[in-house]
């Protein structure tokens, strides 16, 4: 089965930029995962954010942005604001018994 | 607008079932697929089942397979989740997500249900 890893937790001054990656045990994530980011904050529902790699929702701001990197997935937080201060998952599709499978999640503290 | 609202879940114990539900409003229920997602106390999300608009392609994650069985009643755009022969490391909170369109992600989300296997 798939396994998707992603930084445990990254921090991050208010005003930096922070890039948060997703990567998969079967190798290069290119864009036929449809990598998705989510953001979570304690006890909310997981809150869209990217979907089909670099793909905004109407909801999503601006300084966040999805790409491929280096054989990951990658969401990249720009002029980053106290309030992106939260878990980030990402979630991986691919062809098999187990289509979807998300990453551990990212704890990302703004400091 | 989209408006998804789980109930259903409560405390049961090892090897009881349970039923959950979700209701959704704001969108063409019968032309989309729906996901259910479970986050354990404190851990990471994990998928657990997707099925088809029509109800004719489910898929389940291994950890519940044989387990648990999603359906959808279109006539009333409800999901439901039956969870059977449950287990401890069944607790957690269920989320039921739309599907965007093809593989595309989970676009949105209910506020989730939580189901507690205690004895």
């Known amino acids: 089965q798939t396994v998707v890893t992603q930084e445990p937790s990254l921090t991050v001054s208010p005003g930096g930029t922070v890039t948060l990656t997703c990567a998969s045990s079967?190798?290069?994530?290119?864009?036929?995962?449809?990598p998705n980011w989510f953001q979570q904050k304690p006890g909310q529902a997981p809150r869209p954010l990217i979907f089909?790699?670099?793909n905004k929702y109407s909801w999503t701001p601006a300084r966040f942005s999805g790409s491929l990197l280096g054989g990951k997935a990658a969401l990249t937080l720009s002029d980053v604001q106290p309030e992106d201060e939260a878990e980030y998952y990402c979630?991986?599709?691919?062809?098999?018994?187990?289509?979807?499978?998300f990453g551990g999640g990212t704890k990302l503290t703004v400091l | 607008q989209v408006l998804l609202v789980g109930s259903g879940g409560g405390v049961v114990q090892p090897g009881g079932s349970l039923r959950l539900s979700c209701a959704a409003s704001?969108?063409?229920?019968?032309?989309?697929?729906m996901h259910w997602v479970r986050q354990a106390p404190g851990k990471g999300l994990e998928w657990v089942t997707f099925?088809?608009?029509?109800?004719?392609?489910?898929i389940y994650a291994d950890s519940v397979k044989g387990r648990f069985t999603v359906s959808r009643d279109n006539s009333k755009n409800t999901v439901y989740l039956q969870l059977s022969n449950l287990r401890l490391e069944d607790t957690a909170v269920y989320y039921c997500?739309?599907?965007?369109?093809?593989?595309?992600?989970?676009?949105?989300w209910g506020q989730g249900t939580l189901v507690t296997v205690s004895s």
């Open positions: 079967t190798g290069t994530v290119s864009s036929g995962s449809y």
């Open positions: 704001g969108f063409p229920f019968s032309d989309y697929a």
């Open positions: 979630l991986l599709y691919s062809d098999g018994a187990q289509p979807w499978v």
């Open positions: 099925i088809h608009f029509n109800g004719n392609n489910k």
């Open positions: 997500a739309k599907n965007r369109g093809g593989s595309l992600g989970l676009d949105y």
């Open positions: 089909s790699t670099s």
